[in-house]
């Protein structure tokens, strides 16, 4: 995020242009003896970074001059068109894409029916194509683009960004997605968790103000993203927040895609509920489709979607002990089902996790619902590209 003074975007005597850019990207535009002031830095060091932001179009000079009654200053702001950023979030069964600036805001925005486990090359190969189209689209080219952001529907190692043993994916278990999607399109590629961006995203854009949050996206499978200190949390590898398959008591007989029983995802995902009313003779095939249901108030999807925030609320319910969060979004295809998950949710929470926990705690569907990946999709590059050392380096060659 953007800081507002030096040292809390990394600086100090020796901060290069990143830390300036850092200051700047709150959208406020100041001239050269405010920067000066906020920094401690000589004024010929800034002038000399400044130049060097100018110079890579990081930064523009704002449209009014500031004047304190002698020659108006120069002032200068975060330039969000510096660059562009492509976006796509990887469902089981769809992918939305989008093409951003550098504050995150949509500029071109695509979706489409996309099966992941189609298998990589496939899939990213018609990533590639509809990345391009829709730059056409948006009267950008690839050239402009300083990164690629990539949310994938399973286990994703954070130091390499590849898929591991991801359940609903044959094929992609160690594919080398950046370095595939990369050398097509030119720009390097970021991949995580597709509930870990969708974390970021409403952090980003609904909740910017909030230390601690989870994310629970309830669709095909379930997942959990974890800001911790503001900060996406992955754990040692990335498999940080994997709920879905931690064991719900009493469903010792249902058995889960990972080979595991009694999974939360065997029990409460869109697909195990589309799958329980197609047993009782109800046409559902996907989350969708039970959300399609509660909507027409079909008594069976109701009462089972309620009872799957109920049994998601019983993994919660010690998420919400051991780790305190100050706010739980739900989102995910089921979320859109809307208060009848929720209630569920709340109903165990609040009855079995501690007080002080749940004293303040809210719990509360998307505000972004389904572009809440894609968004974060976009932060996640935005973050990347736009780290104090990631400027430097990027003038320094």
């Known amino acids: 995020m953007a800081q507002d003074t030096l040292s809390e975007a990394g600086g100090g005597p020796a901060a290069g242009a990143g830390a300036l850019l850092s200051i700047l990207r709150d959208g406020q535009a100041r ?27 990081w930064i523009v000079p704002a449209d009014d001059a500031i004047s304190s009654g002698g020659r108006p200053a120069v002032a200068f702001s975060f330039n969000r068109d510096a660059r562009i950023v492509l976006a796509a979030d990887l469902g089981a069964t769809h992918a939305r894409l989008a093409v951003t600036d550098l504050t995150g805001a949509v500029l071109g925005e695509h979706t489409a029916d996309l099966a992941i486990d189609r298998g990589p090359e496939h899939v990213l190969g018609w990533l590639a194509t509809a990345f391009e189209e829709l730059l056409a ?71 910017p103000e909030t230390d601690h949050l989870i994310f629970v996206k309830i669709g095909t ?39 595991n029983v009694g999974c939360l995802e065997a029990v409460a995902s869109g697909g195990a509920l589309a799958g329980r009313l197609k047993a009782a003779g109800v046409e559902a095939t996907g989350s969708r489709d039970v959300v399609r249901l509660v909507r027409a108030g079909n008594t069976q999807a109701v009462q089972l979607v309620r009872q ?34 929720l209630a569920g949710v709340r109903e165990v929470i609040y009855s079995r996790s501690l007080p002080l926990a749940t004293q303040h705690l809210s719990i509360r569907a998307s505000d972004l619902g389904d572009r809440a990946g894609v968004i974060g999709a976009a932060v996640m590059v935005i973050e990347h590209v736009l780290a104090p050392d990631a400027v430097d380096r990027t003038i320094a060659t």
């Open 308 to 341: 799957a925030g109920r049994e998601v609320g019983v993994v919660l319910a010690s998420i919400v002990n051991f780790f305190n969060p100050a706010v739980i979004v739900i989102g995910g295809d089921i979320a859109e089902a809307g208060e009848h998950v």
């Open 221 to 259: 499978g379930i997942g959990c993203g974890i800001i911790a200190g503001r900060r996406l949390h992955w754990g040692a590898q990335g498999a940080a927040g994997d709920i879905g398959h931690i064991q719900v008591p009493s469903f010792d007989d249902v058995v889960c895609r990972c080979g």
């Open 31 to 57: 001239t050269r003896a405010e920067l000066v002031q906020l920094t401690g830095l000589a004024r010929s060091t800034v002038s000399q970074r400044l130049d060097a932001l100018l110079t890579q179009r």
């Open 137 to 207: 689209e948006c009267g950008h080219r690839l050239p402009e683009v300083c990164g690629i952001g990539v949310g994938l529907p399973g286990p994703v190692e954070h130091g390499t960004g590849r898929p591991v043993n991801p359940p609903i994916m044959p094929g992609w278990d160690g594919f080398p997605v950046p370095a595939w999607l990369g050398e097509r399109l030119g720009a390097p590629v970021l991949v995580d968790n597709d509930v870990n961006i969708m974390a970021l995203g409403e952090h980003w854009t609904a909740r």
